[in-house]
């Protein structure tokens, strides 16, 4: 097997469940249910930049669509369909089998269909496009948060650059915990059950990808409104709190979690919602009107950090 058709042929064609016409023409066909919006997002994972070379395949193909459908979900939508361009330095079969392997695992259990893509070669990298469908109207936006909505977010952060810091040996961590946060590095769980069943009762929403304080912030910017931090409800590891690291939470990258504001008297609803989909959350706290972002400590103090969240460019 030699080529690039074969390739796709072998491990990327694949019994599709709601596609019209899917890998194998020139484009693919999908029909969008009645009163439905179609919700589009890409993102891109680059060997070196988003992971770390000699990333188990496996685990890499499953990343490499779950950070994708952590954007659908935090539109609120129902992730459907993906394409995937990837680029390979050389035809390696045992890597295409595990890759393609950990990708079909995440896809069949949120009900992705793969429908089409490209492959070439060159340096590692992958592009996917996840596409979904939303009710009409009820895509949950980054610019609906309102002054006293609580601030939710979903699981435990900082466990992902608490698991990089410790493969780059920046940071020592315990055994268990160790392998709690590389699992959560590269085998994240997209929120998709529970942020698409959320817009009914929340104002706005983001998927944590580049550190809570500067995905909080572009929910500030887009809705004009402040916020205020409680440090320690915040939910993470105990290590944060004894060892004060709380960069990791704060700023750290990969949680791929949700965080959404919501009416206060909403709370029954959204834990209802929370536990029905098996989803942890927790109020980290408020949206104000000043317009800045204050984190408090246990005694309702402002604390201040010396943090930046990842910009590529930066
Ligand atoms: P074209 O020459 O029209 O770009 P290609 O030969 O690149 O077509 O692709 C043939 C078919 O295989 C298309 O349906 C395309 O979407 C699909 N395809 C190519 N690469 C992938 C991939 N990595 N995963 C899934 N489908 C793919
Ligand atoms: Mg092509």
Not at 61 to 70: E, F, H, I, R, T
Not at 236 to 264: M, R, W
Request: charge should be positive.
């Amino acid at each position: 097997m030699t080529s690039e058709f074969e390739i796709i042929e072998h491990y990327f064609k694949k019994k599709m469940k709601q596609t019209a016409l899917g890998v194998g023409d020139d484009a693919a066909i999908i029909n969008v249910q009645k009163d439905h919006q179609l919700v589009i997002s890409s993102d891109m994972l680059i060997e070196n930049i988003h992971f770390l070379k000699n990333t188990n395949p496996s685990r890499l193909g499953w990343k490499s669509l779950a950070v994708n459908l952590s954007d659908i979900a935090a539109m609120g939508g129902k992730p459907k369909w993906a394409t995937l361009s990837i680029s390979l330095p050389k035809i390696n079969h045992v890597w295409l089998k595990k890759f393609s392997g950990g990708f079909f695992k995440c896809a069949n259990q949120f009900g992705i269909d793969l429908i089409g893509g490209d492959t070439t070669r060159g340096p590692l990298s992958i592009s996917i496009t996840i596409m979904g469908e939303i009710k009409k109207n009820q895509g949950l936006l980054r610019s609906g948060a309102k002054i006293n909505d609580d601030i939710w977010v979903t699981g435990q952060l900082g466990l992902a650059s608490m698991g990089l810091a410790s493969l780059q040996r920046k940071l020592k961590l315990a055994s268990r915990l160790k392998t709690k946060c590389i699992n959560a590095l590269e085998v994240p769980t997209p929120k998709v059950s529970l942020g698409s069943h959320l817009s009914r009762y929340t104002n706005s929403c983001i998927d944590i990808s580049d550190g809570l304080i500067q995905d909080l912030n572009h929910i500030l910017k887009a809705s004009k409104v402040g916020a205020a931090l409680m440090l320690n409800d915040i939910p993470c590891e105990k290590f944060i709190h004894t060892s004060k690291q709380y960069q990791f939470v704060l700023n750290g990258g990969d949680d791929y979690e949700l965080l959404f504001t919501a009416p206060k008297k909403n709370r029954s609803y959204i834990k209802t919602i929370a536990k029905k989909t098996n989803t942890a959350v927790n109020i980290i706290g408020t949206i104000t009107h000043k317009k800045d972002l204050k984190i408090l400590n246990e005694q309702g103090k402002s604390v201040t950090f010396n943090l930046r969240g990842f910009d590529h460019f930066a």
